[in-house]
């Protein structure tokens, strides 16, 4: 069966500091990989998708990057943080024949 | 006017009711049409997916798709406590991406 890994969980950071986070899929090859931003009492943004390896689609303008370097791993990275990257940053994938994604179990992020 | 419009609540109901979640939507290109439940703090997961009109049902939970009038739902029958959750609808318009479109979310309280 298919699991997806995000870490850190919880990560508090200054302003202006760097950021990674990194999500992994087990048991699927090629899937496309999402990158969602979830504020407070806010839906899910999309941030954004791969359909392959080294194929990134941003959807929003805005302070951060993605890379994916494998297969199965998708990053989510930041020179400089800003307050307003603060959220619940959530990684999903789905595999190319069908449409529902599915989620891993978050990091929650917390600018100071 | 937003692609996906969701009542964001709180809706709070006693144990044993039945439970009514709703989104529309304003773009007839969507196509496949997801229901997550998210526990608080913690990713989506995924609950119904159905790809056309009609009525799906899995277990206490159905899910209603009416394209003409591009208003989809959730009913949720004998709520329990444990559903207590935030409910998010998703859609899609297919293609090789699979992106979809997530409304804001409906928080709902069951109150044993």
């Known amino acids: 069966s298919q699991t997806i890994h995000q870490w850190p969980a919880t990560l508090v950071q200054p302003v202006g500091s760097p950021l990674s986070l990194e999500c992994t899929v087990e048991g699927t090859s090629n899937p496309n990989l999402y990158w969602y931003r979830q504020a407070a009492g806010r839906g899910l943004q999309l941030l954004f998708y791969s359909v392959g390896i080294g194929q990134i689609s941003s959807e929003v303008p805005q302070n951060l990057s993605a890379s994916r370097p494998q297969d199965r791993q998708f990053i989510l990275s930041s020179k400089k943080l800003l307050l307003s990257d603060s959220g619940f940053y959530l990684c999903?994938?789905?595999?190319?024949?069908?449409?529902?994604?599915?989620f891993g179990p978050g990091t929650r992020l917390t600018v100071t | 006017q937003k692609e996906v419009e969701q009542d964001p609540g709180p809706l709070s109901v006693p144990e044993g009711a039945i439970v009514s979640l709703n989104c529309t939507y304003s773009?007839?290109?969507?196509?496949?049409f997801m229901w997550y439940r998210q526990y608080s703090r913690k990713g989506p997961e995924l609950l119904m997916y159905t790809y056309s009109s009609g009525n799906k049902e899995d277990g206490r939970f159905t899910a209603q798709v009416d394209k003409s009038s591009k208003y989809i739902s959730l009913f949720i029958r004998d709520s329990q406590p444990s559903d207590s959750a935030t409910y998010l609808c998703a859609l899609g318009r297919g293609g090789a991406t699979n992106k979809l479109i997530f409304g804001t979310g409906t928080l709902l309280a069951v109150q044993p």
């Open positions: 999903a994938w789905t595999s190319g024949s069908v449409y529902e994604q599915y």
């Open positions: 773009n007839s290109a969507f196509q496949y």
